[in-house]
């Protein structure tokens, strides 16, 4: 027994690293033929991202309900006693108003920036996200932040998404570019970029990714500055996009922001999440499956927790085996 | 002149940046002057890549005229930057037409319902024929919907072939090689060695296990879900001991007190936790009171700190633009 | 998923072989492993030449500069011309979609504003002459104007004001305006920094290096701190600031109120730890720092586990993609031809 105790000791101490290797690539093999999706209870980080697009049409109407009550309001002061400031502001609230009915279910932008490196856990968010705000008839824009390759990724998220969701819960056909979404594309130093909107979404992004020009297409008539945009999301695999659309987007605009990060950097988004900054923060693989879950998007995400699950497992396994290991030896020595 | 102009050029453009938040949005002034500044540091910022590209062709190309070990290599980077780079720069379309047709005969019935893009590719050129994906259909007016037919050909260009085949595996592979490193880490780095490192690793152990569904893997996942709250305070409860143990072996009967009072306390609010309250909710918690207190602390402090760098680099105290020797 | 043809096909097993190369580095640095890394780097690379080309170079450098040039020689009376042109068809352009009378009249009272002429000029004298437009082709002059002016307030609906301002422009202007070399210029100047930005490689001018960085690190600290300070700094504190007994309609919630402390007291001590410009020797500044060490080593803890989350998808992305489009892609492929 005590020869075969110390083969076994020094066999390991030679070799763990490569049974590590081959056990983790086994149990994700292993696990991923498992095609049953799981059931997963939704975080409230996550129920956040979901309720912003779910209340989009509805609170998109309410705002046009408020801008038709003051509209009323204004002309009914300016019957009274008028003014050239009065009737600036009438000018601008009927302007704003034409074009809040035109986009009339709601703007979502999605800002897809993450490359090849990412797309296991950004990817599946990112989907799920557009293919819901399609099935609620919301219009979608979609443009990239700091990473440079981007933008092919994101054709193709968007590519699929648009040809319709036949198997959804509320199906929807297909979307026509220009129509119902547009893809920006990639614009270099995107913080400007994110700022000019600020001013006009169109001097922004002057043409969309194959450069067709953004002033003759129809969702584009009811935008002209990002605040007549009702929610951004922004899935991310670099710090600079989050930060870059909460100062931009939130801090000056206060438009409602929902951030998807990779889980490595998504625990340091969760102050902002507390203090109202963020409406929702999709965390990593496990935040994809809860979203697609309940939207009943293509399970793609919500298979792979089943190789996280046993990876997980693995994981705490060894620590428990390494501590024990840790307490013998440590009981040796003293 | 070579020491005094860039600190200035640095603050007065910094301190332009930093009004230009107070001006009126829709002026000329405003709009110019993003312009400007967008433009202006794209353009420098593309110098940057020339930088970039020369310091690889020198090294590399040291490598190749030394002969040094693994020369070779060096050719195939090399090679193949200069490959891509033509390809992409000189046209998007360029190489023989050929066109591979799609297999006769497939079986498109598996796919009718199936929700990703069929798009079929060849090696060389590009010519836009009808395809069932949303790129045409945006040019065209009557876009059919996708019936499952039998889709035609689309070429793609070499360029894509790279990124789709090489660029984006390669990418990601790269990335997942550290998920095994990560999981010897685990093995050989989370040892409860100290009251600090036992935290971290009570406190990984459970975001762990929370993250997933940990009642689906069989014979005990559900045994461990039920019991959440007799593992994670057992635990505790029975580490503070041992080391309450230690310390009166040791003669230090003041911590050992306090340890035990501590393991006490753990056990007054355990008979109080709510008996729902399982890995997930216990997740939960961690995440939203003493991880975000910890990550909100290092993001102040961090904001604080780089307030004051800006200000430094600002008012010239600290440069570090002055590199260069001259 | 699968390939859809021979050449998808040979695509999916390069990419295969790639990614079983690379993991090959895990068990040694073999010839394979050290192959594909020097395939990625280059690949990777000229991507990146690519990218920033048409992504910089070509829509900031090389286009503006050649059309200043075919603009120089371009006849006025091909400017007037397509001008013209642009500005009739989109005031000619329909309306926008109304759904209602209310929409209707709302539209009526819209296009009634008063013209302004200053505006329209510098609307048009902007777009015109930035170096964004070519004038010899009519398509992308509409694409520059119809942008233009629709992210501007100028209303181009009553279209005999409209080409009335326009013969007055071109009266007024009676050559093309000379503001496109402002623009110009400043492309000149960034040229110029760009290239002092090289002299690094030269020892003896090195020191030109210097003005571009400073430019460029003068912009970006400018731009990003006061932004940053409102929503890292103000507003975190703000959100600091939250009650420390917490109510529920059964009385007190006290996790949530356990909770709220526990925030509180960490954010502060986390914050005295970091603080390492004085000595911390007496008993509560020990005790203080011993706290923040605490909740600093709980948040650790969950980002381990959750870097050791994220590592995993990826490696789990790469097995599902050997799993469905190779292995099981490569099957379909074979067993649907006939």
């Known amino acids: 027994m005590k020869l075969f105790l110390s083969r076994f000791t020094s066999f390991w101490k030679n070799r763990y690293r490569a049974i590590i290797y081959i056990m983790t690539f086994a149990f994700v093999w292993l696990a991923l033929i498992n095609k049953k999706p799981l059931d997963l209870t939704v ?112 054709q193709m998220i968007v590519d699929s998404a648009a040809l319709g969701g036949a198997t959804m819960p509320r199906p929807y056909g297909f979307k026509q570019a220009g129509s119902d979404f547009v893809f920006f594309g990639f614009r270099p130093n995107p913080f400007q970029v994110y700022l000019q909107m600020g001013e006009s979404v169109l001097s922004a992004y002057e043409t969309d990714y194959s450069g067709k020009a953004l002033a003759e297409m129809p969702i584009m008539k009811g935008i002209k500055d990002i605040r007549d945009i009702d929610g951004i999301a922004a899935y991310s695999c670099n710090v600079g996009t989050p930060e870059s659309w909460i100062n931009v987007a939130q801090t000056k605009f206060n438009i409602p922001l929902v951030v998807g990060m990779t889980a490595v950097s998504v625990s340091d988004y969760f102050p902002y999440l507390q203090s109202g900054q963020l409406c929702g923060l999709i965390t990593g693989l496990r935040g994809a499956a809860e979203y697609e879950k309940t939207v009943g998007a293509p399970p793609v995400a919500n298979r792979r927790m089943w190789a996280q699950l046993y990876t997980h497992a693995f994981a705490i396994g060894l620590i428990v085996v390494g501590n024990i290991e840790y307490f013998i030896k440590g009981k040796r020595a003293a | 002149m070579r020491n005094y102009l860039p600190p200035i050029i640095c603050g007065v453009c910094g301190v332009i940046m930093m009004l230009h938040f107070f001006l009126p949005e829709n002026t000329m002034l ?14 420098v910022g593309v110098f940057g890549l020339f930088i970039g590209l020369a310091s690889l062709v020198h090294n590399h190309g040291n490598r190749i005229a030394r002969r040094s070990p693994g020369w070779g290599y060096s050719v195939i980077t090399l090679s193949f930057t200069a490959i891509v780079a033509l390809t992409g720069i000189i046209s998007q379309n360029v190489g023989p037409s050929v066109v591979s047709k799609p297999l006769e005969k497939y079986n498109y019935d598996n796919r009718k319902n199936q929700d990703h893009t069929l798009i079929t590719h060849t090696l060389f050129g590009y010519k836009d024929e009808t395809y069932k994906t949303n790129l045409v259909a945006a040019a065209s007016s009557d876009a059919p919907e996708m019936k499952g037919e039998e889709i035609t050909v689309r070429k793609v260009p070499l360029f894509m072939f790279f990124y789709n085949y090489v660029i984006m595996p390669m990418g990601a592979t790269t990335f997942s090689l550290l998920a095994f490193y990560m999981i010897t880490a685990t093995y050989r780095a989370m040892r409860a060695k100290s009251w600090e490192a036992s935290l971290l690793l009570i406190s990984s152990i459970i975001i762990l296990i929370g993250q997933v569904p940990i009642e689906e893997i069989p014979l005990i996942g559900k045994w461990i879900m039920g019991h959440a709250q007799l593992i994670v305070y057992m635990s505790l409860i029975l580490y503070i001991l041992y080391a309450a143990m230690k310390q009166f072996f040791s003669r230090n009967f003041i911590t050992c007190g306090i340890l035990s009072a501590s393991a006490a306390l753990i056990g007054v609010i355990w008979y109080y936790t709510p008996a729902d309250v399982d890995f997930e909710a216990m997740k939960s918690i961690i995440l939203n009171y003493p991880n975000n207190a910890a990550k909100r602390g290092i993001l102040i402090g961090v904001q604080l700190g780089s307030l004051a760098t800006s200000i430094k680099i600002l008012s010239g105290i600290e440069k570090p633009y002055m590199g260069g020797r001259g | 998923m699968g390939p859809d043809t021979f050449i998808d096909l040979i695509g999916v097993w390069i990419a295969a072989l790639l990614t079983l190369g690379v993991y090959s580095s895990l068990i040694k640095d073999t010839f394979i492993s050290k192959l594909t890394e020097a395939v990625f780097v280059g690949v990777s690379f000229g991507m990146s030449i690519v990218f920033t080309y048409y992504n910089g170079i070509k829509p900031k450098i090389e286009e503006p500069l050649v059309r200043y040039y075919q603009n120089l020689h371009v006849d006025y009376a091909t400017v007037t011309n397509a001008v013209t042109r642009t500005v009739e068809k989109i005031a000619d352009a329909k309306t926008l979609p109304v759904e209602s009378a209310v929409e209707e009249e709302l539209t009526e009272e819209i296009s009634s504003r008063a013209f302004d002429t200053n505006r329209f000029f510098a609307v048009l004298d902007s777009a015109l002459y930035k170096q964004t437009l070519k004038l010899q082709s009519t398509n992308e002059v509409a694409v520059s104007l119809q942008s233009a002016f629709a992210s501007s307030e100028v209303d181009l609906k009553d279209k005999a004001t409209v080409m009335g301002a326009l013969n007055e422009y071109f009266t007024t ?16 100047f960034s040229v110029i920094l760009g290239l002092m930005f090289i002299t690094r490689f030269f020892p003896k001018h090195a020191w030109l290096s210097r003005f571009p960085m400073a430019y460029t690190i003068g912009i970006g600290v400018g731009m990003g701190t006061p932004l940053s300070f409102q929503s890292q700094i103000m507003q975190q504190v703000q959100a600091s600031f939250i009650p420390m007994l917490v109510r529920n309609p059964n009385g007190i919630d006290w996790i949530a109120t356990a909770g709220n402390l526990s925030l509180v007291i960490g954010t502060l001590t986390v914050l005295y730890y970091f603080f390492f410009s004085f000595k911390k020797e007496d008993a509560a500044s020990r005790g203080a720092t011993k706290i923040g060490i605490a909740y600093l080593m709980i948040g650790f803890g969950a980002s381990f586990a959750f870097t050791i989350m994220a590592r995993v998808s990826l490696l789990i992305g790469r097995i599902n993609f050997l799993q469905d489009e190779w292995i099981q892609g490569t099957y379909e492929f074979f067993k649907y031809l006939n």
């Open chain 1, 43 to 154: 975080s409230d980080a996550t129920q956040g991202a979901l309720d912003l697009v779910e209340h989009m049409p509805e609170n998109h109407r309410k705002k046009i309900k408020e801008q038709e009550e003051l509209l009323a309001k204004l002309q009914k002061e300016e019957s009274v006693q008028s003014s050239a400031e009065l009737t600036a502001q009438i000018d601008e609230t009927k302007a704003y108003l034409e074009r809040l009915r035109i986009n009339s279910n709601g703007v979502f932008l999605v800002c897809i920036d993450f490359d090849a490196g990412s797309d296991a856990e950004l990817g599946p968010m990112a989907y799920a996200s557009i293919r819901h705000a399609f099935s609620l008839g919301i219009k979608v824009l979609i443009n990239n932040g700091y990473t440079v390759m981007a933008q092919p990724l994101s």
């Open chain 2, 30 to 43: 405003y709009k110019t002057m993003m312009e400007w500044v967008t433009n202006s540091t794209i353009v």
């Open chain 3, 173 to 188: 202007y009676k050559t093309v305006p000379t503001s496109r070399h402002f623009w110009v210029l400043y492309i000149f």
